[in-house]
């Protein structure tokens, strides 16, 4: 795939829970990414993401990734028919570029199901479509080093202490919400902010501590 726009390095001006905002030279450069990617991303700091754009008529899209065997998942990805790039985010979201090729290359289109927005039929799709195809080149596929190994902790741990609580209290109530929910660990980022929140019991109230 051609890029227009490769990759990008400059200050990080915002992380927001599905994208980051990336001063480069004085422009504003807004990326779409996993928050396995914006994990890694700290506001003030220096950063380089590979990106690949998304041009089309009324828009042009970026979106980051901080190994290249997820953008090289990513790109597949578009391959598949009736994928778009919102759900190839998302299948990145839910599983490491790792577990994806994993699940392409023994035929465990189950794996896909769990993905928001693909049903049995796409998910058989991209398993037919992508066999053989999808070979990691780089050979580093493993999980990036997250906080305790959820890969959503950290975007919730900052909206919470944003809304008011302690980073104490909002880490004990991120472990809770895990500990009773097991397949919480590969929730979206808003969908596990929502769960943390009605967990408490005060999610259209804003915490005092």
Partial sequence: MERMIASLTGRVAQVGL???VIDVNGFGMLVHATARTLSKLRTGEEATVLTTMIVREESMTLYGFSEPA???VFDMMLSVSGIGPRIALAVLSVHTAAEVERAVATGDDK???KVPGIGPKGARR????????LILS?????ELPLS???VWKPQVLDALTSLGWSEKDASAA?????KHNPSAESEPVGVALRGVLASLGTQNTVGRH
């Fill in 18 to 20: 599905d994208h980051a």
């Fill in 70 to 72: 997820e953008r090289e």
């Fill in 111 to 113: 794996a896909f199901t």
């Fill in 126 to 133: 991209i398993v037919l479509e992508l066999a053989g195809k």
């Fill in 138 to 142: 780089d050979g580093q596929t493993d």
């Fill in 148 to 150: 305790q190994g959820i």
């Fill in 174 to 178: 991120i472990d809770a919400y895990v």
